[in-house]
């Protein structure tokens, strides 16, 4: 740090020389101070707007596009997470949800949905009780699941785009834990009862974050890439006639 000061120090010291020394030797060729004083001070004046240039909009500019390209950047590892797990894992949480159907055609979204549309089920979302029954579910399939894809999930947290998107960041963690959690029983079918209660938590967080997260990942899709959002559709998880194939009508 102090080197990068002595550094522009230095730079600055050799700027104001070399300056001086330009006026130096336009002086001593034409004599004429008052010319030079004249552009001198029109100079100074300059500086006052080229700073407002600047510093208010040139960098308003930069700041917006370097800002759409971090969102950019971040949609693109959120769609990566939907497609290698949050897809599946929102289907198979989904499907022992024993309230599903109170929000399910809800969630039936189609290429019509206007902004508004999407606040008003965002808004639905945030008032609904999440819960998942975990007394039929296969804990050793779940288990199985995200501990293939341990290291994916450890990619995207080491990923600096992430910590651009706070909610997706804790999705992240949230289902890095439930991972844990898991992995780390030596007999996940064997649980005693306060045990069962606490992994049923750990799924929970990670159900209701990943529903909400889900909604604003298809909201991204329909809004900047129409062709993802065409397959999100017909792959929706909660749509149960939902087909990736086309089909004429």
Known sequence: MKRDINWQLFLAIILVVASVTVYYIHYQIFRDPHHIFIFLVGDIAFVF?????????????LAER????????VNMVIGAFFSEVGTRLLAY????DPNLDNIRRELIISGNWSEEEF??????LEDY???VSIENMELSQLTDFLVEK??????????????EHEAFTELLRSVFHLTEELAARE????????????ITTDIERVYSILVRQWLFYMKQLKDSYPYLFSFAMR?????QTASPVLNSK
């Open 150 to 163: 341990r290291d994916f999930l450890l990619r995207l947290l080491e990923n600096p785009n992430v910590l």
């Open 187 to 198: 007999d996940i079918k064997q649980l005693p009862d306060t045990d069962r209660k606490h």
């Open 119 to 124: 606040n008003r089920v965002k808004k639905r």
């Open 129 to 131: 009780q999440y819960k």
């Open 66 to 73: 370097e800002k759409r390209t971090r969102l950019e950047k």
């Open 93 to 96: 949480m989904s499907d022992y």
């Open 49 to 61: 707007t080229e700073v407002l240039l600047v510093s208010l909009i040139i960098h308003r500019v």
């Open 235 to 239: 792959t929706n998880p909660f749509d």
